[in-house]
């Protein structure tokens, strides 16, 4: 395998441990591909975005492979996204120099303590409940098991938070003040059936963990900042309330749908059917470039 040119990136940082603030100070973006499929233009606009902001403020940028759920992560994917970074000339200066790299000291397997931690708050306040539905119980009618008081030891049970209809405000840089309604009568998972800590909460406290200051993010995420936002309330972190986020258009497909990985994934890697100066030109459009100041668009 020929070696990953950023190699020198990140060589005396690691990603274990208590809080990781070598850039203390700085902007720090963050680029979190998943490696449960091929990369889509997407994705990679996405990162582009998440780049150019942190570069233009002297800013650095995380590269965060959210790989906790070890059942989807394939090794051709994990690859794909180094050789598509590679590709695309982006560098970033804290995270994994490649495959082994990050198997051996940024996955998010090393770090599952830190979401453990996260998780045993939220216990210790009361905040969680146990669950034991099925998808299949789940399609037909809301979870009802907070009423059961299920024990939070039983195995193979789900952690749940219950929302009320709360309201979360917070400001993004393009859409200005924002007025989330957390669902009423719901409630949603903070710990897998498998032990593992579900999405929201394992990017919380990566976010926390590495000082990402800036997020930039697809508009089809804003419910999902909203509860990130409620659990950092809850966990009164006060950490993800001072961060600057950014959610952006999504981009669309030639039929207009949305380019996900069911509408984008050609099944092979982006590099293999998309020109890079032609994507690169596509998102400069979108981006912008063409009809404003680049100092403009990436204004904090
Ligand atoms: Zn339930």
Same mark, same amino acid.
Request: charged share 25%; net charge neutral.
């Given at each position: 395998?020929?070696?990953?040119?950023?190699?020198?990136?990140?060589?005396?940082?690691?990603?274990?441990?208590?809080?990781?603030?070598?850039?203390?100070?700085?902007?720090?973006?963050?680029?979190?591909?998943?490696?449960?499929?091929?990369?889509?233009?997407?994705?990679?606009?996405?990162?582009?975005?998440?780049w150019?902001?942190?570069?233009?403020?002297?800013?650095?940028?995380?590269?965060?492979?959210?790989?906790?759920?070890?059942?989807?992560?394939?090794?051709?994917?994990?690859?794909?996204?180094?050789?598509?970074?590679?590709?695309?000339?982006?560098?970033?200066?804290?995270?994994? !120099?490649?495959?082994?790299?990050?198997?051996?000291?940024?996955?998010?397997?090393?770090?599952?303590?830190?979401?453990d931690?996260?998780?045993?708050?939220?216990?210790?306040?009361?905040?969680?409940?146990?669950?034991?539905? !099925?998808? !299949?119980?789940?399609?037909?009618?809301?979870?009802?098991?907070?009423?059961?008081?299920?024990?939070?030891?039983?195995?193979?049970?789900?952690?749940?938070?219950?929302?009320?209809?709360?309201?979360?405000?917070?400001?993004?840089?393009?859409?200005?003040?924002?007025?989330?309604?957390?669902?009423?009568?719901?409630?949603?998972?903070?710990?897998?059936?498998?032990?593992?800590?579900?999405?929201?909460?394992?990017?919380?406290?990566?976010?926390?963990?590495?000082g990402?200051?800036?997020?930039?993010?697809?508009?089809?995420?804003l419910?999902?900042?909203?509860?990130?936002?409620?659990?950092?309330?809850?966990?009164?972190?006060?950490?993800?309330?001072?961060?600057?986020?950014w959610?952006?258009?999504?981009?669309?497909?030639d039929?207009?749908?949305?380019?996900?990985?069911?509408?984008?994934?050609m099944?092979?890697?982006?590099?293999?059917?998309?020109?890079?100066?032609?994507?690169?030109?596509?998102?400069?459009?979108?981006?912008?470039f063409?009809?404003?100041?680049?100092?403009?668009?990436?204004?904090?």
């Amino acid at each position: 395998m020929e070696p990953y040119p950023f190699a020198a990136h990140g060589k005396n940082q690691k990603g274990i441990g208590k809080l990781f603030y070598p850039y203390f100070g700085f902007m720090i973006t963050r680029i979190a591909p998943t490696p449960s499929g091929f990369l889509h233009p997407g994705n990679i606009f996405n990162f582009l975005l998440n780049w150019h902001w942190a570069r233009q403020h002297g800013g650095k940028v995380l590269l965060r492979i959210d790989d906790a759920d070890v059942e989807r992560k394939r090794p051709e994917y994990v690859d794909d996204i180094f050789r598509v970074l590679e590709w695309l000339d982006m560098d970033w200066d804290i995270g994994p !120099t490649g495959p082994d790299d990050l198997d051996q000291n940024w996955s998010q397997q090393h770090r599952r303590s830190l979401y453990d931690d996260s998780l045993l708050e939220l216990r210790n306040k009361s905040l969680v409940y146990a669950c034991s539905c !099925t998808r !299949t119980q789940l399609a037909s009618e809301p979870c009802h098991c907070q009423d059961k008081k299920l024990d939070l030891d039983t195995a193979g049970l789900a952690w749940r938070i219950p929302t009320r209809g709360e309201i979360i405000l917070f400001t993004d840089r393009v859409i200005g003040e924002v007025k989330h309604y957390l669902p009423l009568q719901h409630s949603f998972v903070v710990r897998r059936k498998d032990g593992i800590a579900a999405y929201h909460l394992a990017s919380l406290a990566d976010d926390r963990h590495f000082g990402v200051t800036h997020i930039a993010r697809g508009e089809d995420l804003l419910p999902s900042t909203a509860m990130q936002l409620h659990i950092d309330d809850l966990l009164d972190q006060q950490y993800l309330r001072r961060c600057g986020f950014w959610h952006h258009p999504l981009i669309l497909g030639d039929q207009g749908n949305k380019l996900s990985k069911s509408a984008g994934d050609m099944g092979r890697s982006i590099r293999t059917y998309i020109k890079k100066e032609q994507l690169l030109a596509s998102f400069e459009r979108w981006a912008g470039f063409d009809k404003k100041d680049r100092k403009e668009i990436f204004a904090l």
